[in-house]
């Protein structure tokens, strides 16, 4: 059961660049979510759906994108790459939104150089 | 608005004693949901425990148990017998909302690092 899936791993982009991070889960899960989480800090939420079709912006939108065209499938693109951009990203689903755990995936840990 | 609050940034054990990691919580919610989750050194989020704001009762799991009391908004760790495996970043966090408003999205602590020594 691989879970929650995001690639790339690793990716350095230089300033002004674009890239799309890719997550996958098999769970069946309606709800999915982006978080960022900075150096000695929690994680942030980026963007989150509630279903194929419809999502939305959380708590640091600003310089990201999402779609949700299938339940599967959550990538998060960002538009124009800034060194603020530098984070490890995690992908989440959970089955219910609300009083089940959330899932994360292994991360994605990017630099702006 | 909701804030998770962990008040140590580091702690650091020696093997085998036992280590407490504090959480304290604010919402303006009546239905809400805490968790801790583990971040070891290979970096993936590792759920721990669910606890749900009508459940005060004190939970142990192994050498793993939680304290909730809502009367101070806190939502204590307790680790017994600390191993160098339990080396980590432990979040704390809470998903709030009457109805499952919250979606599920969750408010993250800064984290504690703890370290332990064999």
């Known amino acids: 059961n691989a879970g929650v899936t995001q690639t790339p791993k690793f990716r350095i982009l230089k300033i002004g660049q674009s890239m799309t991070l890719q997550c996958t889960q098999d769970?069946?899960?309606?709800?999915m979510y982006w978080y960022r989480q900075d150096p000695g800090m929690g994680l942030k939420l980026i963007y989150y759906?509630?279903?194929?079709?419809?999502?939305d912006k959380g708590e640091v939108p600003n310089g990201y994108n999402v779609s949700r065209s299938t339940t599967e499938d959550f990538p998060l693109r960002l538009e124009l790459a800034a060194p603020s951009q530098t984070s490890v990203y995690f992908c989440?689903?959970?089955?219910?939104?609300?009083?089940?755990?959330?899932?994360f995936g292994q991360g994605t840990r990017l630099t702006v150089v | 608005a909701q804030k998770v609050t962990q008040a140590q940034t580091e702690i650091s054990v020696v093997e085998k004693e036992d280590v407490t990691l504090d959480c304290v919580y604010e919402?303006?919610?009546?239905?809400?949901?805490l968790f801790w989750y583990k971040q070891p050194p290979s970096g993936e989020l590792v759920f721990l425990i669910r606890r749900n704001s009508f459940d005060e009762q004190n939970e142990i799991s192994g050498r793993y148990s939680w304290n909730f009391q809502k009367s101070t908004s806190s939502f204590n760790f307790t680790i017994t017998a600390s191993q160098v495996v339990d080396s980590a970043v432990y979040f704390c966090a809470l998903s709030g909302g009457a109805g499952g408003t919250s979606y599920g999205k969750l408010t993250f602590g800064q984290g504690t690092i703890l370290t332990v020594h064999p």
């Open positions: 919402t303006r919610d009546t239905t809400y949901y």
């Open positions: 759906s509630v279903g194929a079709g419809i999502t």
């Open positions: 989440a689903s959970s089955y219910s939104g609300f009083y089940t755990e959330a899932f």
């Open positions: 769970m069946n899960h309606n709800y």
